[in-house]
Antibody, heavy 123, light 109 residues
Framework: EVELVESGGVVVQPGGSLRLSCAASGFTFDNYAMHWVRQAPGKGLEWVSLINWDGSDTYYSDSVKGRFTISRDNSQNSLYLQMNSLRAEDTALYYC????????????????WGKGTTVTVSS | EIVMTQSPATLSVSPGERATLSCRASQSVRNSVAWYQQKPGQAPRLLIYDASTRAAGIPARFSGSGSGTECTLTISSLQSEDFAVYYCQEYNNWPPRLTFGGGTKVEIK
């Protein structure tokens, strides 16, 4: 069974930095692209970032580009999100999400989600 | 940026009735649309991809249709466990700028 467990969410001041982690199990991690998706309190879903199977390609939403960095360690079955220059509008539940993937290419839709980790940006 | 607009925002339906949820794209997304279900306090679940293909384990009462700028999710006979928020998502852009709709809440009438 696929399991994705996020960690690292805390309360941080505006302008601060944070690194989220996601531990993956139950599937061959290095066969799949991975995403981060966030959900602000009481709001809808917002895609944040995508990384391909070997980390050679990364993509970001305009709202986080230049501030966030997605990475992965396939030897540790782990996904990361380095978040810098945090703003109040980054406050959200952050989900680690598995791409359904077809061969070496992402499918760009998401077939397994973690329970999320909460990031609060507040002074 | 592609904007995905879902309607209605809230749909009140009685158990056993049919529910039709719409998703309109600001430009053509071909059939590159997925649908997700989210229940309170839970992570989303993939229902439909490529506009009309049911994901593994999804009951046949869920069906997707459409292409271009208009897609529809139909739940043929609502069960108690289907009351939730539903999101559409497009994946037609290159480079990827994946976009979700604002969601439709299906509530008990």
């Amino acid at each position: 069974e696929v399991e994705l467990v996020e960690s690292g969410g805390v309360v941080v001041q505006p302008g601060g930095s944070l690194r989220l982690s996601c531990a993956a199990s139950g599937f061959t991690f290095d066969n799949y692209a991975m995403h981060w998706v966030r959900q602000a309190p009481g709001k809808g879903l917002e895609w944040v970032s995508l990384i391909n199977w070997d980390g050679s390609d990364t993509y970001y939403s305009d709202s986080v580009k230049g501030r966030f960095t997605i990475s992965r360690d396939n030897s540790q079955n782990s996904l990361y999100l380095q978040m810098n220059s945090l703003r109040a509008e980054d406050t959200a539940l952050y989900y680690c999400v598995k791409d359904k993937s077809i061969g070496d290419d992402p499918s760009y839709y998401m077939d397994a989600w973690g329970k999320g980790t909460t990031v609060t940006v507040s002074s | 940026e592609i904007v995905m607009t879902q309607s209605p925002a809230t749909l009140s339906v009685s158990p056993g009735e049919r529910a039709t949820l719409s998703c309109r794209a600001s430009q053509s997304v071909r059939n590159s649309v997925a649908w997700y279900q989210q229940k309170p306090g839970q992570a989303p679940r993939l229902l439909i991809y490529d506009a009309s293909t049911r994901a593994a384990g999804i009951p046949a009462r869920f069906s997707g249709s459409g292409s271009g700028t208009e897609c529809t999710l139909t739940i043929s006979s609502l069960q108690s466990e289907d009351f939730a928020v539903y999101y559409c998502q497009e994946y037609n852009n290159w480079p990827p700028r994946l976009t979700f709709g604002g969601g439709t809440k299906v509530e008990i009438k």
